[in-house]
């Protein structure tokens, strides 16, 4: 009771409307990469077709040391996000516990602003670098995952289980990077919700301005155009 006492007091009509976008465009341009219009594929659906091909290529290669390198040069940059990741949630939890700086913050950076709102507002970009935490951990070991499934690989690609095994390796990649991905919109739209600090028609602006520069790079991008591209 106390807490809802609190966001009725603290929150008006147009807080809650800009909590709503801010939701609801995180969760759809997340849907938008991953499941897009058949007419208008993105960069994360035609990844998924070079990862296949990637899989395919290993079975014939020699030698496959460069495939090994290349699982364990993603993660290690999925390492780094982790690490990023962990830093953020620590430095958002000291912030939201630590009533003197918010009270600074009220008085610098925004209009009015009360302490128990800004812990809200913070518990919200926490809560999403929380889950982008999550996405990260779990792309790493699958990628790990990744590793052994290749190394399983036989090296005669006209093995029987050589592509069937090939396969199952594409999927597993695809589904690491779709969780990594995943993680990564989630950080973008922690960023975005700082904006809620300063007041919620800032948090519109920002999520209008995030949304734009999501969709514009999986759907009007020049690396998409290079994607697209037919070899002769």
């Not at 970009?125 to 935490?133: H, I, T």
């Not at 690609?157 to 990649?173: G, K, L, N």
């Not at 734009?212 to 759907?219: G, P, S, T």
Request: with cysteine; net charge positive; proline share 3%.
């Amino acid at each position: 009771m106390n807490l809802l006492a609190t966001l009725e007091a603290t929150f008006t009509g147009f807080d809650t409307a800009a909590l709503l976008l801010f939701i609801l465009a995180w969760l759809i341009t997340g849907l938008l990469a991953e499941y897009p219009p058949r007419w208008r594929p993105s960069v994360s659906h035609l990844m998924k077709d070079y990862r296949r091909r990637w899989m395919v290529e290993f079975l014939t290669r020699e030698p496959r040391i460069f495939d090994i390198s290349l699982i364990d040069s993603l993660r290690q940059g999925t390492a780094f996000f982790v690490s990023g990741s962990m830093i953020a949630i620590g430095g958002g939890v000291a912030m939201i516990g630590n009533v003197t700086t918010l009270q600074g913050l009220a008085r610098d950076l925004t209009l009015g602003a009360e302490v128990a709102q800004l812990r809200i507002k913070l518990i919200v970009v926490v809560a999403l670098m929380a889950n982008a935490l999550l996405k990260f951990v779990w792309s790493h070991r699958l990628f790990g995952y990744c590793a052994i499934m290749m190394a399983a690989i036989p090296n005669d690609y006209t093995h029987p289980m050589a592509r069937p095994r090939a396969d199952q390796t594409a999927e597993i990649i695809i589904t690491a990077a779709r969780s990594f991905n995943r993680g990564l919109n989630s950080i973008y739209f922690a960023l975005c919700g700082l904006a809620w600090l300063i007041g919620p028609k800032t948090l519109i602006y920002a999520v209008i301005l995030t949304s734009a520069v999501l969709i514009r790079r999986e759907f009007a991008s020049h690396s998409r155009a290079v994607m697209l591209q037919k070899l002769e």
